[in-house]
């Protein structure tokens, strides 16, 4: 096993890496466009575990525009904007009900936390939307409000991943370099963002549920093609990496 020399901050990304909510709030957007698809003919349409596979990951903006960017009735910014805020209310009220932690994530920010080790929240998501999440979880402990960054609120202009500029942000914010840092992400757009950022390491986590058994092995494949290394499927190997055979193996 390759070890990971022990950074300074560990940059965690929210939805399908610390928290499994992926499938809810995907489930949720499916359903908005699924209802508004027969008003804009011509655009696609997806079964569920098809639009989870495609738009993992991807602000709801962004699928948007890769739906109905080609239909022949195209959206304008007032209907994008208006849907745009419809899907996040839905899915707070669904993650509030529905969001948990991934498996093994509460033991191991607890390990880190009580060895004194910084970690931080670098995601898409609105301020709004990870609060409800953290709630639901019960993992408000770990990410006190200076420690969460996202692209939604936390920028001057909205520039999500895979642009770099959260990453670079939080990393500014922490007083810290990237060279210190190392990012645990799900997505390839996340891999994208930490890798353009300069995070000197970036581990792919494929342990969601939103990743199929049948999908992991391609979607830690992408991962690894856009920079991720390594690739994990359990929370708790992120502490085998991070502490060698010397120090002794983490108590999980």
């Known amino acids: 096993m390759t070890w990971i020399p022990l950074p300074k901050v560990i940059l965690f990304d929210h939805d399908g890496t610390i928290v499994d909510s992926e499938i809810v709030a995907l489930k949720s957007a499916w359903l908005l466009t699924t209802e508004i698809a027969a008003t804009f003919p011509g655009a696609p349409l997806y079964d569920l575990p098809k639009f989870i596979q495609k738009f993992a990951g991807k602000p709801y903006r962004d699928i948007l525009t890769q739906l109905y960017a080609d239909a022949p009735t195209v959206l304008d910014e007032p209907t994008i904007a208006t849907l745009v805020a419809e899907e996040e209310n839905r899915a707070i009220d669904h993650l509030k009900q529905e969001a948990k932690p ?3 994530t509460p033991e191991v920010l607890s ?3 009580n060895r004194g080790f910084q970690f931080a929240l670098v995601s898409n998501s609105s301020l709004r939307r990870l609060q409800a999440c953290l709630t639901a979880s019960a993992l408000t402990a ?5 420690q969460i960054f996202s692209a939604h609120d936390s920028l001057p202009t909205r520039r999500p991943k895979p642009l770099p500029d959260i ?3 939080a990393a500014e914010k922490l007083e810290t370099e990237v060279s210190n ?9 996340g891999v994208k963002s ?6 000197s390491q ?4 494929v342990g969601g549920t939103h990743i199929s058994e049948n999908e992991r092995s391609s979607r830690a494949a992408a991962l690894r093609s856009m920079g991720a290394h390594p690739i994990i499927e359990q929370m708790p190997t992120l502490l085998e990496l991070l502490f060698n055979s010397e120090a002794g193996s983490p108590p999980l």
């Open 102 to 104: 991934t498996a093994g």
């Open 167 to 169: 990453y670079l942000h």
């Open 142 to 146: 770990y990410f006190p409000t200076p």
């Open 194 to 199: 930490a890798v353009a950022a300069g995070i």
């Open 181 to 189: 840092c190392i990012a645990v992400e799900d997505s390839m757009s």
């Open 111 to 113: 390990y880190l936390w």
């Open 202 to 205: 970036v581990v792919g986590y």
